[in-house]
């Protein structure tokens, strides 16, 4: 059966915050077709209207669907960027993830997307992990049981908060092994080739 995968898009979200779980979760399609098989993830951005959404950076992307077109996904993924905390205010799209995690098998964020998910209510209570910078303005708001740091991403139960941006690429590679089998979410990786090695890490 094909997971249905919603990411949420919103003027001044981040673009790799969800691009890079948007990689990953395509590239699943790509390498269960190469063994033979049909695609096992359905993935969608969705947004509060049809019209282009304005990143962080600039990048313009086309939702596929609106939030009153979307109903239930097995998996929600909440971005962040500077357009989060306007969406923490936002009283429909903080209704529309409570409605939609209620009935989702896994609920998710990267970055500052936690900041929607302990908004809305499903991480209230839980433990999470978010951008460093925000670590301590997200404890501030007393809504997590507790905001971890230094950790690439953390589970409570079907919630799973990833780190700041890039940290999404490895939250997703997890949950797509827990999707499917560590060795299937291995190849995805190795798809992309995706094996971090950063430039300057060794200077001190």
């Known amino acids: 059966m094909t997971i249905s995968i919603g990411i949420f898009v919103f003027d001044g979200v981040e673009e790799l915050d969800f691009v890079g779980p948007w990689e990953v979760f395509t590239m699943a399609n790509a390498v269960s077709q190469h063994l033979g098989k049909g695609p096992v993830h359905d993935v969608k951005l ?4 049809h019209q282009p959404v304005v990143c962080a950076k600039g990048l313009r992307v ?3 669907l609106t939030m009153d077109q979307c109903l ?3 998996v929600l993924l909440i971005p962040g960027g500077q357009g989060a905390r306007r969406e923490a205010e936002n009283r429909m799209a903080l209704a529309w ?3 939609i995690a209620h009935k989702a ?7 500052t997307g936690a900041l ?5 209510g499903p991480a209230r209570g839980k433990r999470v992990t978010t951008h460093w910078s925000f670590v301590e303005a997200l404890r501030a708001r007393g809504e997590a049981a507790e ?6 991403y953390v589970q409570d139960g079907n919630i799973v908060t990833a780190a700041g941006v890039s940290a999404g690429i490895d939250m997703a590679l997890w949950l797509t092994g827990q999707m499917h089998t560590p060795d299937f979410a291995r190849a995805v990786q190795r798809g992309m080739e995706y094996d971090p090695a950063p430039p300057y890490g060794s200077e001190v």
């Open 147 to 152: 905001v971890l740091e230094h950790h690439r």
């Open 72 to 74: 239930r996904l097995d």
């Open 46 to 49: 969705i947004a509060d209207r």
């Open 116 to 120: 929607l998910l302990t908004a809305a």
């Open 105 to 111: 098998k896994w609920v998710t964020s990267v970055c």
């Open 62 to 64: 086309l939702p596929d």
């Open 97 to 99: 993830i409570a409605n």
